[in-house]
């Protein structure tokens, strides 16, 4: 099966231009999981990106996934391009890793702008990207200390 | 003569092959989002419809956003009729999330359902690029797994919009 997709996916993976077209991901360390699903989640609020839901995964590794959407920011980009809700709200996921450490990921924002450039205002772009630029904030206030 | 019919299949199957190729994975639109039109329902009957058969697929629903509803308490008077349903909540989603995490984008799916020029539409992510960008950290059981999860979700939206 996995060999049929992917020589199936052959052309994708020529025409993919980056490592991670769909992911992107942080390591943060020194710091506990639950102190990382705290402070992100209130940093995550203070940019006003809300998480609508919280979903626990696995108590070993531990991992959760937070549900987030800034409303202003979904209502103008779903006014262009209402198919893109299939994407949303967006995924936040945590994972404890073997090492201790925890990883941030969620999807490749400017990944998906470059993948649908065509279909998106110049309004839209600067939506998603200031979208990308508050998560990517929130992510690095945790990394900080807050 | 024979040679000649010979290189004009030949010429033939490769042209239609190339469509194929252009066609499928040219429009990253068409790679990324299945969508169906309802035309004999409306919103609420929708959105009712799909939450029961997610269900009895065993595409279990874990909540509805109700977007515009949301929108509309904040002021907002003109955004089309818009819910996010949050679904397909499968019992292996602890392994595959753990293993590979950004499967999370997947599993669980949402499916938008919204209502532009007066057609009810349903969209959902098909699962293949997610799929091809882990394909070294998927098992072959993994992608089965996620390739039957989005082909229900896909027969469920079609029996939908009948």
Redesign the interface.
């Known amino acids: 099966?996995?060999k049929v997709?992917?020589l199936?996916?052959f052309?994708?993976?020529l025409?993919?231009q980056d490592k991670?077209?769909?992911?992107y991901?942080e390591t943060i360390k020194d710091m506990d999981f639950e102190e990382v699903k705290f402070f992100l989640k209130s940093a995550l609020d203070g940019k006003n990106m809300n998480v609508?839901?919280v979903?626990d995964?696995?108590d070993k590794?531990r991992?959760t996934?937070f549900?987030v959407?800034n409303?202003n920011y979904?209502?103008k980009i779903?006014?262009k391009f209402?198919?893109?809700?299939?994407?949303?709200?967006c995924?936040i996921?945590i994972?404890e890793k073997p090492d201790g450490s925890v990883?941030v990921?969620y999807?490749n924002i400017p990944g998906l702008v470059k993948?649908?450039r065509k279909?998106f205002g110049k309004e839209e772009v600067e939506m998603l990207m200031k979208a990308d630029k508050d998560i990517k904030e929130a992510i690095k206030e945790v990394k900080e200390g807050m | 003569m024979r040679t000649l019919i010979a290189f004009l299949i030949g010429a033939s199957l490769i042209i239609l092959f190339m469509f194929f190729?252009k066609y499928y994975?040219g429009d990253?639109?068409r790679?990324?989002?299945y969508?169906v039109e309802i035309k004999n329902k409306n919103f609420d009957q929708v959105v009712e419809d799909l939450k029961a058969k997610l269900d009895k697929n065993g595409l279990k629903v874990?909540?509805m956003?109700p977007?515009s509803k949301?929108?509309e308490a904040?002021g907002?008077k003109d955004?089309?009729k818009?819910t996010?349903v949050?679904a397909c909540d499968i019992p292996q989603?602890?392994e595959l999330?753990?293993k590979v995490?950004?499967m999370?984008?997947l599993i669980?799916c949402?499916?938008?359902v919204?209502e532009?020029e007066g057609v009810v539409?349903l969209?959902?992510?098909k699962e293949?690029?997610?799929?091809?960008?882990e394909?070294d950290n998927?098992?072959?059981e993994d992608?089965?797994l996620v390739?039957d999860t989005y082909r229900t979700l896909r027969k469920t939206l079609d029996e939908v919009s009948k």
């Open positions: 099966m996995r997709l992917i199936l996916l052309p994708i993976l025409t993919a991670n077209l769909l992911l991901k609508l839901t979903m995964i696995s590794p991992m996934v549900y959407c409303l979904g209502e779903l006014r209402p198919e893109f809700g299939a994407i949303a709200p995924r996921y994972l990883e990921g999807i993948t649908f279909y | 190729i994975f990253p639109y790679l990324l989002f969508t874990i909540r956003l977007l949301a929108l904040r907002v955004f089309m818009y996010i949050l989603k602890k999330l753990t995490p950004s999370s984008n669980p949402s499916v938008a919204y532009k539409k969209t959902t992510l293949i690029i997610f799929l091809a960008e394909k998927l098992s072959n992608v089965q390739v």
